[in-house]
């Protein structure tokens, strides 16, 4: 027993030494380095960085924000568009009508839409109709926004 | 026993993060085993005013370059690198002259007689340093039309890292058994951008496929380190047919950890799901058997469009845990409890960060180009990762470098955002981020060395929001409306340099932070060495 204790013992502090001389070019940095979080910005910032987005979000009435993403001319004199749609956490829209016949495919989020007055529950996944000429609000009572990427069609 | 086991383990905790975690050097494909990219010990490169300096002191181009795919690795005033062209070279770090290479001039490169894409062309495997038998050695993987079918199986070499000779080869650990594209009788199997895994008295490697013609199955496969033959005692598969190619490098720590590509179709065919099916999966493999200890799998076949999980994996000893961290090819990224695999957080977060993604729930997951290990650094993860409209447009990520606070909240989940400068913000805008102190490398594929400061060292140029596609105003009525959002004002990191690296093409790999210099190589068959002033 004892001789097997006297065969750790050295090798136990050798080994310390060892530890300590190669690790001595790294200090305490193999240990875990919390990073702190940075400042938020203030409320009245102002700063913002000349390097932004080509094609923002534009506010679109009460609590929506649209951007288009993509559109182009269709034979028959129909012009085809993809746009996204944003609605922020605890928001309702105002009432919107779209130029032309649209499928809405809900990217993130669940909420309401009502559309001519018929409510309807969405969340991500979901998609719809809506037909030209309808009118939607869209609710969300939750902590996350609504993304819908909707897809419409119209006459040039 | 037991005492036994943590004594080697803390032995090779100590040794290997001795010769590589803690080194000066960089003398592994992420700086070390961990992959974390992280260069600790304070140099010009970590002084934000001296790297404002830094500029090419000279450049290599060997004679019949091709692309470089791999990254340098630097060790002891030596620089490593193979090149498409099939050759091996060590290079002097203060000068670039050339030492030695391999095979010698006039030898046959090691190459494969499957060209399809840049993994496929000569050497796309980054070294790695490792001791064998007293000798430190450099070891490699590469195709070898010297051996079996000669179309180019792939091996694992070690060499003398100061002389270039071969201490050994290993046997063919990735085979080629025919080059019909559409094959599925064929082996077509690859090393190619895997970078060895020193660790646990093993070279560990992974293997994928020749540009998914067809996929093969995937497979980590070890050899002893020290002469170079296969263990069969350990043994990982990403299925029982084919797919789940590991095109990344292996991470090691306390066990192996790494990731893996499609199952479900490829070019000119597809299959119904393997009844074992590893693909599309951050694992953690024990280190001696290769068994599966863990798998996170968050895009289920149905699903699979072959977004595959190429960019491995990093291992951050964060202050909340060990966490194992990657992006995913769909642009997701994702954090996992090293012990247990459950999910700590995914970005952007949604229902599947618990659940995993369903069918139906709106996402996609293609063949996107979210492919590049991020760099971490304390509990900061640096990446190319499609942020928060990767839902709706995948690719707004592509020319970005996202910080990620891993240790926080979602609502404070990103720490700032920046569009790279000198990149075209497409497809393979970046290659891989490295990091000292804060301060952020990156080539682009405009030719450039791009160098990034976190605003805790120098500070921001201004505000953008964390939704790259709300402007500052909105998002800043946003932040206030609903302080706990995820759209808010995140900061807009300052460029400390800009250089152009003339003639380097696309840089498709990292830069490595040795000393007070900057390696980094090109497309354009280029090796650069830049240097701060004093």
């Known amino acids: ?21 190669l690790s001595s070019g790294c200090g305490t940095s193999q240990k875990p380095e919390k990073t702190p979080l940075l400042p938020e910005a203030g409320p009245e910032e102002r700063n913002f960085s000349p390097d932004q987005s080509k094609s923002p979000y534009v506010e679109a009435g009460k609590g929506l924000l649209t951007r288009t993403v993509f559109e182009t001319d269709a034979p028959g004199d129909l012009h085809v568009e993809v746009r996204d749609l944003l609605v922020g956490p605890g928001q309702t829209t105002a009432s919107v009508t779209l130029p032309g016949a649209a499928i809405f495919e809900v990217r993130l989020g669940s909420g309401t839409i009502v559309v001519n007055d018929k409510a309807r529950q969405i969340q991500t996944g979901a998609t719809m109709a809506v037909s030209e000429g309808e009118s939607f609000v869209i609710e969300n009572k939750g ?9 419409f069609i119209h006459a040039k | 026993m037991r005492r036994e086991k943590l004594t080697c383990f803390l032995v090779y905790v100590v040794v290997i993060g001795a010769l590589q975690g803690c080194s000066k050097d960089w003398p592994a494909f992420r700086h070390n085993g961990l992959r974390t990219a992280n260069q600790l010990h304070n140099s010009r490169l970590a002084d934000p005013a001296k790297v404002s300096t830094l500029a090419v002191v000279w450049n290599f181009q060997p004679p019949g370059a091709a692309g470089f795919r791999a990254s340098p690795i630097v060790y002891k005033k030596r620089v490593y690198i193979g090149n498409g062209n099939g050759f091996f070279y060590a290079l002097n770090a203060n000068d670039g002259s050339l030492v030695w290479q391999y095979p010698a001039s006039g030898g046959t490169p090691l190459d494969t007689q499957f060209h399809c894409n840049p993994s496929s062309r000569g050497i796309a495997s980054s070294a790695v340093i490792a001791e064998i038998g007293g000798t430190e050695a450099v070891v490699f993987g590469a195709p070898d039309r010297s051996s079996g079918s000669h179309l180019g199986d792939g091996h694992l070499f070690a060499l003398n890292a100061a002389t270039g ?39 560990y490697v992974g293997i994928a496929d020749h540009c998914d013609n067809p996929i093969q199955n995937g497979k980590v496969v070890a050899v002893r380190i020290s002469d170079g033959t296969i263990d069969s005692g350990f043994s990982y598969f ?30 000119g065919g597809s299959q119904p799901q393997p009844a074992v099916n590893h693909a599309l999966s951050l694992l953690r493999l024990e280190r001696n058997t290769g068994a599966v200890v863990w798998q996170h799998q968050p895009v289920p076949f149905s699903l699979d469009m072959d977004p595959d999980w190429s960019a491995g994996a990093a291992v951050m000893l964060s202050s909340c845990g060990t966490q194992i961290v990657s992006p995913q090819k769909d642009g997701w990224t994702w954090s996992v409890n090293a012990a247990n ?7 952007p977060s949604g229902p599947w960060t618990s659940a995993g993604f369903q069918p139906g729930d709106g996402t996609v997951h293609n063949d996107t180009r979210y492919m590049r290990p991020g760099a971490a650094w304390g509990d900061v993860f640096v990446t190319a990762t499609g942020g928060l409209e990767v839902a709706s447009n995948v690719g707004i990520g592509y020319g970005q470098l996202h910080a990620l606070n891993t240790c926080a909240t979602e609502r404070n989940r990103i720490r700032w955002i920046k569009n790279v400068p000198s990149a075209s913000g497409g497809a393979y805008s970046l290659g891989p981020p490295t990091v000292t102190k804060g301060i952020v490398f ?4 405009l030719g450039h060395l791009v160098v990034i400061a976190d605003p805790s060292v120098r500070p921001a140029v201004g505000w953008r929001c964390s939704d790259p596609l709300v402007p500052p105003p909105t998002c800043a009525l946003w932040g206030t409306l609903f302080p ?28 490595a932070l040795a000393g007070n210099r900057v390696f980094v190589a090109g497309d354009g068959g280029k090796v650069f060495m830049l240097e701060a002033d004093p």
């Open chain 1, 1 to 21: 027993m004892n001789l097997r204790r006297k065969h750790w013992k050295f090798p136990a502090t050798a080994f310390l030494l060892f530890c300590l001389l």
């Open chain 1, 143 to 151: 902590e996350n926004p609504i993304a819908i990427r909707v897809h």
């Open chain 2, 165 to 203: 000779a071969l201490i050994w080869e290993s046997p063919a650990v990735a085979l080629v058994t025919g080059t019909a594209s559409t094959s599925t009788t064929e082996l077509h199997e690859q090393i190619g951008y895997s970078s060895p895994l020193v660790f646990n008295g093993h070279v």
């Open chain 2, 238 to 267: 990403s299925t029982n047919t084919r797919g789940g190619g590991v095109w990344s490098s292996v991470t090691g720590w306390d066990d192996l950890y790494v990731t893996t590509g499609n199952a479900r179709a490829w070019n």
């Open chain 2, 341 to 347: 695999g459950s999910v700590y957080w995914a970005f």
């Open chain 2, 442 to 445: 990156v080539g682009t594929n």
């Open chain 2, 484 to 511: 706990n959002s995820v759209i808010r004002l995140v900061p807009d990191p300052a460029v400390l340099a800009d250089v152009t690296l003339p003639g380097a093409g696309s840089i498709f790999g990292e830069p």
